[in-house]
């Protein structure tokens, strides 16, 4: 332990200062395919029973219309926002009929690439430009690709904390731009110990040999369908998951608020030439993509962390985090838990508060673009070698129960998914909290006129 994440353990373990502890804020956001009982992707539009995809704040869609993505609300207590997320998969277990929630990170049994449907928001002005946002995704990335699911867990401390922290350490500055410091810092030693989550809670080792689409790999065959490595812990991860190579050398580094924003900034504006060859319409006039820079958006830049701040109506992140500074973070690389029924688990969840914490007050020397490049390597994040079980002194009796329990073919992981829909449909839903958030749901799901526009806007939310 350091000297300074002693200091500041033990000012922050004061009675006078210790409840601030409880008083910050978690969230998830849990990505989910709809497939058929067959374990092929469901093509069917986003179920009306679920509300519209664009106006219910806690079931919407992400990238494809199969694609649901659950968001609880932001809780003191990530066991209350777990209680949530179960009552939403209940509520929309109720709602897609003979569908599944596919269970893994690493998708199901897709169609062919043109086949995969594109999420849509209606006529909108609002609407259209998310949809044509994520055709500009599909002509970049392929639409394969993002399909793969993941969980997003956002996590703030109270910011009275930070000023205990800025008191007593006597840091200058507004007490704003004292709190997006401790954030960036929190961001840097993310980054440095971030592969822990990939060893501890990596959980696609295996994926649809579909999946590739012929591309090259080194993975070894499971099942007919099915490819895996023996000791990768997370291939969502790897350069075999969610990857872009436009954005290769964009990775900013985290040493201020001001500079990461500069070279974000950048990145939406400059022109990208594979881009600019695809034009932003067809010969028809339908739109291809917002525009042909690296970014379309800010947040098409793909991060395992991202420092974050409640935008307001038509304000771009951007503008929000440079007029009012950073609110909370959001992480981006945590797999999908097959085993649990909502994702992730309360034990996991508990660790990733300890983590977080530990980010947030241990030592956080300045990085350069090479270590958070380290840091980011397929090698270091998709997979677990045999040398590095022993370099961690791993037992043999460990490594035998992995061999003895190896990764389960797709076929197999239809029935797990069958069995936890089991799961989670024996629990009840009695208590008034779980009850008063099914109300607020059914509420969301009512339909709501949308307004037609000629053409999207500028900007994206």
């Not at 002509?139 to 008191?167: D, F, K």
Request: glycine share 6%; hydrophobic share 40%; with cysteine.
């Amino acid at each position: 332990m350091t000297d300074l994440l002693h200091r500041r353990l033990r000012l922050l373990a004061e009675s006078a200062h210790r409840p601030l502890l409880g008083q910050g804020l978690r969230g998830i956001e849990r990505e989910t395919l709809r497939v058929n009982p067959d374990g092929s992707l469901a093509l069917t539009p986003h179920p009306a029973g679920l509300g519209s995809a664009l106006t219910n704040p806690l079931i919407t869609t992400d990238y494809s219309e199969s694609l649901l993505e659950f968001i609880t609300t932001p809780e003191p207590d990530i066991a209350t926002a777990l209680l949530q997320l179960d009552a939403v998969h209940r509520f929309a277990y109720g709602r897609i009929g003979d569908e599944l929630l596919w269970s893994q990170s690493m998708p199901c049994r897709l169609p062919a690439e043109d086949e995969i449907p594109i999420a849509r928001y209606g006529s909108s002005n609002i609407g259209r430009l998310k949809h044509v946002y994520r055709q500009g995704l599909a002509v970049r990335y392929g639409r394969t690709m993002q399909c793969i699911a993941g969980i997003h867990y956002n996590y703030s401390l109270a910011e009275p904390l930070w000023r205990v922290l800025q008191e007593a350490e006597h840091t200058p500055g507004s007490a704003r731009d004292a709190q997006s410091e401790r954030y960036i810092a929190l961001i840097r030693n993310f980054d440095r110990y971030s592969w822990l989550l990939m060893v501890l809670l990596g959980a696609s080792p295996a994926l649809s040999e579909a999946f590739l689409r012929g591309r090259p790999h080194r993975l070894e065959r499971l099942s007919a369908d099915t490819l895996y490595l023996p000791w990768a812990t997370s291939l969502r991860m790897s350069d075999l998951g969610y990857q872009n190579t436009a954005q290769a050398g964009l990775m900013p580094a985290y040493n201020d608020l001001p500079s990461y924003m500069r070279q974000l900034a950048r990145a939406v504006q400059l022109p990208h030439a594979p881009y600019e060859e695809i034009g932003t319409r067809r010969e028809d006039g339908e739109w291809l993509q917002i525009n042909t820079n690296v970014l379309q958006i800010e947040n098409e830049y793909y991060a395992t962390i991202r420092p974050k701040r409640v935008i307001r109506p038509g304000e771009r992140p951007l503008e929000a985090l440079a007029s009012r500074g950073i609110q909370y973070v959001e992480v981006r690389c945590l797999d999908v838990d097959p085993f649990e029924p909502v994702g992730i688990g309360l034990e996991a969840a508990r660790f990733l508060d300890a983590f977080l914490l530990f980010c947030a007050l241990d030592e956080s020397p300045p990085t350069s673009p090479a270590d958070g490049r380290e840091n980011a390597s397929p090698a270091r994040l998709g997979a677990r070698t045999a040398g590095a079980h022993r370099r961690r002194r791993r037992t043999a009796g460990c490594a035998a129960r992995q061999r003895r329990a190896p990764a389960k073919p797709c076929g197999a992981a239809r029935a797990a998914v069958e069995t936890r829909v089991a799961a989670v449909g024996a629990r009840t839903a009695g208590a008034p909290r779980l009850r008063r958030i099914v109300r607020g749901l059914r509420h969301a799901a009512k339909p709501r006129a949308s307004r037609r526009v000629p053409e999207p806007p500028a900007q994206a939310r």
